[in-house]
């Protein structure tokens, strides 16, 4: 959940406007809240109210009946987007606050592809338990692997996928593929040859360090999520 909850968020949400204002200066001071934007929480939120930076990576208006707005807005975790749009209202000289806010995505899951209502899990356990059907409970249920899908992969041999779970950091002769823009530093997941998730970790080297050095700590392992014996270890490890 951790890594769920850091990842990007996007939201459609309706802003409703004080005042009008023409649509071309709508757009053009929406377009200026792109990229990296200075933001303080507001006053009840459950975290210091301190400036922060916050990175916008798309804003879009999918909608506008005068004074309502509505927006979709893809952005990094932690933003706040009623603080976003009243600061949106503030530049546009008009005021403006939001009336409804809906999460349409986090991370690798979204709302129109990988979300399912109650109905449907409740349909797919009977198609499975009563006719022995398991197409639709392998559409509702994922993989595990799934969750950290989004992170940078590494991938590594057997040996060193045995070691992992018993502890051990990530050296650079267990790598057999990795993401070709990790930097010291990111979180990373850590896999198997088979694409199975072994743990979580972080970056020791950037990708170019890793691919140029025989030896060294690649990944400083966080938290294991495979089982242990599930892959033979070397004898000088046991």
């Known amino acids: ?10 939201y459609v949400t309706i802003m409703q406007l004080h005042k009008e204002v023409p649509e071309e200066k709508l757009n053009a001071v929406i377009k200026e809240f792109t990229g990296k934007i200075y933001q303080k929480p507001p ?45 949106i209202g503030e530049v546009l000289g008009v005021g403006a606050h939001m009336r409804e806010l809906r999460r349409v995505k986090t991370g690798p899951f979204k709302e129109d592809e990988t979300l399912i209502t109650m109905h449907q899990l409740s ?11 398991d197409s639709e409970i ?21 040996s060193a996928a045995a070691s992992i779970t018993y502890g051990a950091d990530l050296a650079v002769p267990g790598i057999t593929y990795l993401h070709s823009s990790i930097r010291k530093g990111d979180e990373v997941a850590v896999f198997t040859l088979k694409g199975e998730i072994v743990a979580t970790g972080v970056a020791m080297m ?25 892959y033979p270890r070397r004898e000088k490890e046991k």
């Open 1 to 10: 959940m951790k890594y769920l909850s850091l990842s990007t968020k996007a």
């Open 43 to 87: 006053v009840r939120s459950s975290v210091r109210r301190a400036l922060r930076v916050k990175t916008i990576y798309k804003i879009d208006v999918l909608e506008l009946e005068y004074p309502y707005v509505l927006l979709y807005v893809e952005c990094e975790h932690g933003t706040y987007i009623r603080k976003l749009i009243h600061d």
């Open 123 to 133: 349909e797919a356990i009977y198609l499975y338990r009563k006719l022995n059907d």
């Open 138 to 158: 392998r559409k509702a249920v994922l993989p595990g692997e799934y969750m950290v899908s989004h992170l940078p992969k590494v991938v590594v041999t057997d």
């Open 206 to 230: 950037h990708t170019e360090e890793i691919l140029e050095k025989r030896r060294g700590i690649a990944v400083k392992t966080k938290r294991v999520i495979m089982e242990r014996d599930i």
